[in-house]
């Protein structure tokens, strides 16, 4: 669970900052660099860990892979379809021509709206989430207070089979009703 909520943060972090490297290719563009070149500044300005993947990203470009290949490599190592949007929009660059830097001002808009967005969604469903972890740790919590105050009588429940069944079934749909919640105010 740490492990996946740490990937979680770090795709999270690389979404956050691909505007700002899509904007430092611009940049380098502008600059009169080539796009593998660009690629290279953007790496210099990046912060971790967009450095250590456009540092691999221009790495394969240095050993002669094709720059489609490569960037198809990258965006399928990030996982990410912002960075699937914008090899897509290089790739027709690629095929069709025209003013790169312009077109890629427009991704820089186009994935800052998209995370505004998704910031205002996650904030919307703030409550609900919140409201589903306290309605998940209430009947816990209850059998927790009645095993408490109404010891005997829990443990005289607890120590038949159908009140071990019950117990159990109860935890099985607690949990049930955990991953529906969660499945259900997941952002796609």
């Known amino acids: 669970l740490g492990r996946r909520r740490r990937r979680r943060a770090m795709a999270r972090r690389r979404d956050e900052q691909l505007p700002d490297v899509v904007g430092a290719v611009a940049a380098g563009l502008r600059g009169g660099l080539s796009l593998p070149g660009a690629l290279a500044y953007a790496r210099d300005e990046a912060e971790a860990p967009s450095r250590e993947d456009l540092a691999e990203l221009v790495g394969r470009l240095g050993v002669g892979v094709p720059i489609l290949e490569a960037l198809r490599g990258w965006a399928d190592r990030l996982g990410s379809e912002d960075a699937r949007l914008l090899v897509g929009v ?4 690629h095929r069709s021509g025209g003013d790169l830097p312009i077109v890629l001002d427009g991704v ?3 994935l800052r709206e998209r995370r505004a967005a998704q910031r205002e969604v996650r904030a919307l469903t703030a409550q609900a989430r919140l409201s589903g972890a306290i309605l998940g740790t209430l009947p816990i919590g209850f059998f927790g207070f009645l095993l408490l105050t ?18 159990g079934i109860g935890l099985g749909l607690e949990l049930a009703a955990f991953v529906w919640i969660r499945r259900l105010l997941e952002v796609r």
């Not at 109404?150 to 117990?167: D, K, Q």
């Open 108 to 110: 820089v808009a186009t």
């Open 90 to 93: 290089l790739d027709l660059h």
């Open 150 to 167: 109404s010891r005997h009588e829990m443990l005289g429940a607890i120590a038949t089979p159908i009140g071990r069944a019950a117990v």
